[in-house]
């Protein structure tokens, strides 16, 4: 299933991909775009116009079928769930919230896993950027407009710089990356154990990372996206290419280190976390420090929300606390994010807008942590494997880690 999401100039660029596609592709498309609540639509008509295939005004609780376009309603958060896409009445009392192309991409993410392709065209602002993340969290495919060929190109522009992005396409260019992709999908993975071994090995020399402990099925997934994005048959084939081919190693580094990660993931697990804050802090002597450790903490997320639920309640207790919380990855380009503390509009999705105020500052196409929550954190590159613990800690959050391990 291909979501696509388009904002300022997005017309022009969905009219020249649709015109590429295909009747027969057998490929569901879904289109998000900005539009305001209750504004009358000119899209189907539009692109009824230029496209091969049906299109479809979505309605709540549609079931999605293949050969077909299906346009969101103006000014609506759509999600899909169980092949069928659902949203509230853009019109109702409930407020709009939120970035709808973000939100629709996560869904998709999570409904389709691997089977998910993200398509982000003309648009101003950075929406899209955190659901192409989701997408390739899930070992999905994601596309980004040529910025040249962009009316307005923040939109494609945010999401490469994110490192969200398979491929940079004009549109008229993307309908035959998304046949080559479907066709090479569709084929059975490999079970050449000598060859994956090999590749893995090839890995560790390169990174110094060892990924045999990293959960095989996950694993396969992401080798065998690299292998179509590269439109690499068989797996003898990738490892005869990236023997002669060192950076794509580290492209394949990047994709097995892709975590699916956001402020506040599963609210209920930091429902519990700020339960047991007071346990863990009301008995400790004035001035000892408040130790925490996030291992594999991507990005940066999970370690910022944390320092979150920590001011909250030293405002609430009224006396200071002494808070450190480290935050670790291998990766080092997700620590460069995540000391930037420079986040994309989409995070409106996760935090909610009192956070919003008092913890960030709005900037162009983003929100930046404030001084006071990045100052309680420190950001390092570790190998929770193979290097030195942190010690006298208070505090260890592995969730966005262990998911990732064999038991």
């Excluded at 769930?81 to 709808?100: I, K, N, Q, S």
């Excluded at 990047?254 to 802090?281: C, H, K, M, Y």
């Excluded at 991507?298 to 639920?309: C, F, H, Q, V």
Aim: glycine letters at 8%; one cysteine or more; a negative charge.
């Amino acid at each position: 299933m291909v979501g696509i999401g388009a904002s300022a100039g997005g017309l022009e660029a969905l009219e020249e991909f649709f015109s590429a596609v295909p009747a027969n592709s057998g490929l569901a498309f879904v289109v998000i775009s900005h539009q305001r609540p209750g504004q009358t639509s000119l899209l189907p008509q539009l692109l009824g116009k230029r496209a091969a295939i049906p299109v479809v005004e979505a309605t709540n609780g549609v079931h999605v079928e293949p050969n077909h376009m299906y346009l969101a309603p103006p000014g609506s958060r759509m999600s899909l769930e169980a092949g069928r896409l659902f949203f509230p009445d853009p019109t109702g009392a409930e407020p709009h919230v939120g970035l709808p192309i973000d939100h629709f991409f996560r869904s998709l993410a999570e409904s389709r896993g691997p089977d998910a392709v993200g398509i982000v065209l003309s648009g101003a602002g950075s929406d899209g950027t955190l659901g192409l993340k989701a997408i390739k969290g899930h070992a999905g495919m994601t596309i980004a407009q040529d910025a040249n060929s962009a009316r307005y190109s923040s939109m494609p522009q945010s999401a490469i710089a994110a490192g969200a992005v398979d491929f940079v396409r004009r549109p008229q260019e993307m309908a035959d990356v998304l046949l080559s992709y479907a066709r090479r999908a569709r084929q059975a993975p490999s079970e050449n154990t000598q060859a994956w071994h090999r590749i893995f090995l090839l890995l560790q020399e390169r990174s110094g990372v060892d990924f045999s402990v990293y959960k095989m099925g996950t694993a396969q997934r992401r080798v065998e996206r690299r292998m179509h994005v590269n439109q690499i048959a068989s797996l003898g084939d990738y490892l005869r290419y990236v023997q002669v081919t060192p950076h794509e190693l580290d492209a394949l580094f990047s994709e097995l280190l892709i975590g699916v990660t956001n402020f506040f993931r599963d609210p209920p697990a930091f429902e519990a976390l700020a339960q047991a804050v007071p346990a863990l802090l009301d008995e400790r002597p004035d001035g000892s420090p408040v130790r925490v450790w996030v291992p594999g903490c991507s990005t940066g997320e999970e370690a910022y929300a944390i320092g979150i639920l920590l001011q909250e309640y030293q405002s609430a207790r009224g006396a200071p606390l002494n808070v450190q919380i480290f935050g670790s990855d291998v990766d080092p380009r997700a620590i460069e994010t995540a000391r930037s503390g420079f986040y994309p509009a989409g995070i409106v999705n996760d935090v909610t807008p009192a956070r919003l105020e008092r913890f960030f500052v709005k900037a162009e196409n983003g929100y930046r942590v404030r001084k006071e929550l990045r100052d309680l954190v420190v950001f390092a590159v570790h190998n929770i494997l193979s290097d030195p613990p942190f010690s006298k800690l208070d505090l260890l959050s592995c969730r966005n880690l262990l998911i990732y391990l064999e038991s």
